[in-house]
């Protein structure tokens, strides 16, 4: 799936913790995509990144920061992590040259 | 910004029979509508698309129909098969604003029944 790896695949945390994920992609694309999956709301977009250290909020961005340092790594950090980031997190990348957006697999959060 | 509204929410079809699921958006400048297909447990998967310049598109069983005028999209699946059922999402994708993004519909779970 274009390369895509998500960190980790499940994660259960405490109130109030800092907590990253890490998106990793091994083809060069500019463009990667933040993605939060709950239930009765689709899916919603944290953050978004155009390239190198270029990032952008997204719908629902509050409670999040990102980072780009490299091309292939894109960073969603939950500062103080809160119930209701309790979510899967979706990474995704547009595909250069092409139309297609790809998906990893998610992470899913749990904040108690 | 784009705002996509999908449905029905829930659809159950026999096996054979067709499905179709609705979309409307609601920017006129959006250009590209893919469709994405989750089964449980993993990342959606893109099964179909359409570009603003083109009003339909067919992939074997799957079909895309795009109306911008009133701008809605449609999914149409024939002859569907058990493994079929799986939650669908529309999309749309903004120019304006850059960043290329796409906004999804809420999701539409089908299930074939046997």
């Known amino acids: 799936d274009a390369g895509i790896t998500q960190s980790p695949r499940h994660k259960v945390t405490e109130t109030g913790t800092p907590v990253t994920l890490r998106c990793h992609q091994t083809?060069?694309?500019?463009?990667m995509y933040w993605y939060r999956q709950d239930p009765g709301h689709g899916l919603r977009l944290i953050h978004y990144?155009?390239?190198?250290?270029?990032?952008d909020k997204g719908e629902v961005s509050d409670g999040y920061s990102v980072s780009r340092s490299k091309t292939e790594d894109f960073l969603l950090t939950l500062e103080s992590a809160t119930s209701s980031q309790t979510s899967v997190y979706f990474c995704?990348?547009?595909?250069?040259?092409?139309?297609?957006?790809?998906f990893g697999s998610g992470t899913r959060l749990t904040v108690v | 910004g784009e705002n996509v509204e999908q449905h029905p929410s829930t659809l159950s079809v026999q096996e054979g029979d067709s499905a179709v699921i609705k979309c409307t958006y609601s920017?006129?400048?959006?250009?590209?509508f893919p469709w994405y297909k989750q089964e449980l447990g993993k990342g959606p998967q893109l099964i179909i698309d359409?570009?603003?310049?083109?009003g339909e598109k067919k992939d074997q069983r799957i079909a895309v129909t795009l109306n911008k005028t009133a701008k809605h999209f449609s999914l149409h699946i024939t002859e569907t098969q058990p493994e079929d059922s799986a939650v669908y999402f529309c999309?749309?994708?903004?120019?304006?604003?850059?960043?290329?993004?796409?906004?999804f519909g809420t999701g539409t779970q089908l299930k074939v029944e046997l």
């Open positions: 990144s155009y390239g190198v250290k270029d990032t």
């Open positions: 920017d006129s400048a959006s250009n590209y």
């Open positions: 359409i570009r603003s310049n083109v």
């Open positions: 999309a749309a994708r903004e120019v304006t604003g850059g960043g290329n993004k796409l906004t």
């Open positions: 083809e060069n694309h500019r463009y």
């Open positions: 995704a990348i547009k595909q250069t040259g092409g139309e297609g957006y790809t």
